[in-house]
């Protein structure tokens, strides 16, 4: 087994948007062999594929990008599977088995049939977290939660998913590709970029084993 797994997902325009945001646009400004070197730039929604919401997205004057604490998003961090369930309970949470003083949790769920299906077109069934499991989270301590589609909160629900674990400053990671992980404990390294005064961004996330 490789010591370290990519859980990003390859940015492109293939990738599930959520409704009305702007797919990925890349643009050759330059390109060889007619010019000198290769010039590109590329516009995309800051909530495109593996990314990263700040307090920012749901709070009024909360911590944007820039000011978050880098230490939430390092270190050790466990993969739970949940199956069967669209919406994710704080019932449901308090079942897993976790890891003593886990502060990091990465959920894998019945979202995969979409990425394992290829699936480029936005679900609205996906499976996610409610209220409760979100109020679970904070109430545990927890620095960081991480699931394997758009979104922490599903389609048709308020914001108050979001809302709970955003004042609390919990880092939400969305979008990640799970396919080849194993529930179980691993090391995440989850960095986004250091944009000032912005509520998302794109992630490179990666998980090292344990063993």
């Known amino acids: 087994m490789e010591d370290f797994i990519d859980i990003t997902y390859t940015v492109s325009n293939e990738l ?3 409704p009305g945001s702007r797919h990925f646009k890349d643009t050759w400004q330059m390109q060889m062999p007619a010019q000198s070197n290769n010039l590109s730039y590329f516009e995309m929604d800051s909530h495109l594929g593996t990314h990263l919401d700040a307090p920012l997205h ?3 004057g909360g911590r944007p990008l820039h000011k978050i604490d880098l230490c939430k998003m390092i270190g050790d961090t466990y993969v739970a599977e949940i199956r069967g369930v669209r919406s994710i309970t704080s019932e449901h949470l308090s079942n897993l088995i976790l890891p003593k003083g886990c502060k990091r949790l990465l959920l894998k769920t019945d979202n995969q049939i979409y990425w394992e299906n290829n699936i480029a077109t936005f679900q609205e069934d996906f499976c996610s977290i409610d209220k409760s499991g979100a109020q679970w989270l904070v109430d545990h301590s927890f620095d960081l939660i991480g699931i394997d589609y758009l979104s922490i909160q599903r389609f048709h629900d308020g914001p108050e998913t979001h809302q709970i674990l955003l004042r609390a400053e919990v880092v939400i990671v969305e979008t990640l590709n ?3 992980v194993s529930e179980g404990l691993y090391e995440l390294i989850c960095l986004p970029l250091k944009i ?7 992630v490179r996330a990666i998980l090292k084993n344990k063993i």
């Open 16 to 18: 599930p948007v959520w």
């Open 178 to 180: 799970l396919q080849n």
């Open 196 to 202: 000032k005064d912005l509520e998302a961004s794109p």
């Open 58 to 60: 749901f709070v009024h």
